[in-house]
């Protein structure tokens, strides 16, 4: 680790969806940050006395995607809104931990890279700073009873002509419709783990591709498709370095305050409009409007909905009428987790730094990557 932060009209299908198709479904939605709209037309039916219950949006979920669009309607001058969230936190995966005494980790996601500027931008109007991640020295190599110091130069420690070979294929696979590239249904055949076999990538270089990939795509190379995959790094204007690393790369820099201290921000900008330990249990009406949005609370009616959302997090809820049946297995077959775990270690001081080390120490197996950090003070409020 590196140094404490310092904060339808369709009709319903029921075929099975390829990954290919899984992808064109899936375009329009993140897992970490867009949010999902579903159009509203407001109906007839509504008594003129009732319509000052209903609010012109409701917004589910209080992560960043959520909050980013209450915070640009109430920009827009539109008061007529609410944001309900689960827990009884805003941030979604995003969570800072808090260590005491001012300091923080992050549980959740923490790095902001080259390209990323909607967030970057965020942070700036929010007041909250950026710091580099600290990747200077040697990374330690653990393989048996071997052990080996490397330097990485702020990568992983991957072949580059095998990247170089993977940002050439990427080009013709567009991040925002992979399933345009004239190589889609070959790509979608086969696994990133499938395609890096035939390379006889040595074992050294194997140990940086698993564990970038693991962090980067939450899933092993052999679970990870390859359309999917190019699709990412074309993204990155096809550069790998830029997709993984953490010099010049998407782990680059850390946000002062912890990561969650964006939504924080934004959630006391928007006082009693966001309503916390909130579960939408159900969601009605939602193909004509006005919509009854049911929960743990109450009812709450809005002429739109925005479902901002990781997909798998839908399953939770109840939608009537039923969403069309591929929306449904897109959101039955989202990945619900990814095959990691983190843990914050403090130490007085970074003596590895006096080793020449950078704290970062691989296994191979996908049984260990760690990143030793030492703390940074800042106010919890920064």
Not at 58 to 74: E, N, Q, V, Y
Not at 161 to 190: N, Q, T, Y
Not at 275 to 300: C, D, F, K, M, Y
């Amino acid at each position: 680790m590196d140094d404490f932060a310092k904060k339808g009209d369709e009709a319903p299908e029921a075929a099975a969806l390829t990954r290919r198709g899984f992808l064109g479904m899936a375009a329009s939605v993140t897992a970490a940050a867009t949010a999902a709209v579903l159009p509203k037309v407001a109906s007839a039916a509504v008594a003129a006395g009732d319509e000052r219950d209903v609010l012109e949006v409701a917004i589910i979920g209080a992560g960043l995607a959520g909050l980013t669009a209450a915070r640009d309607l109430k920009r827009a001058g539109c008061e007529s809104f609410v944001v309900l969230e689960a827990r009884d936190r805003v941030g979604g995966r995003t969570l800072n931990h808090d260590l005491g005494k001012g300091y923080f980790s992050e549980s959740g996601g923490q790095w902001i890279g080259p390209g990323q500027t909607a967030v970057a931008d965020l942070a700036r109007e929010l007041g909250v700073g950026t710091f580099p991640t600290y990747w200077q020295g040697k990374t330690v190599m653990l393989a048996g009873g071997a052990r080996a110091a490397v330097d990485t130069e702020g990568g992983f420690g991957t072949d580059p002509k095998i990247a170089h070979e993977l940002e050439e294929l990427a080009k013709s696979v567009p991040c925002g419709a992979p399933w345009k590239s004239p190589r889609a249904a070959e790509f979608d055949a086969m696994s990133v783990g499938d395609w890096l076999v035939k390379k006889n990538i040595a074992n050294a270089d194997q140990i940086g591709w698993s564990t970038g990939l693991a962090i980067t795509g939450g899933a092993s190379p052999a679970r990870l498709s390859l359309l999917h995959w190019l699709s990412m790094v074309n993204s990155a204007e096809c550069n790998y370095d830029r997709l993984e690393a953490v010099k010049d790369g998407a782990q680059g820099t850390r946000l002062s305050g912890g990561s969650q201290i964006l939504s924080i921000k934004m959630a006391e900008a928007l006082g009693n409009k966001v309503r916390l330990s909130s579960p939408v249990l159900r969601i009605e009406n939602w193909q004509n409007g006005p919509v009854a949005i049911h929960t743990a609370n109450g009812v709450v009616r809005a002429r739109n909905v925005i479902v901002a959302l990781a997909p798998m997090l839908c399953n939770q809820i109840a939608f009537d009428p039923p969403l069309p049946e591929k929306r449904r297995e897109m959101q039955r077959r989202w990945p619900a987790f990814a095959p990691g775990r983190k843990t914050t270690h403090v130490y007085k001081k970074a003596f590895w730094r006096d080793k020449g080390l950078n704290g970062w120490i691989f296994q191979p197996g996908g049984r260990c990557f760690g990143r030793t950090t030492t703390r940074r003070r800042m106010s919890r409020s920064a």
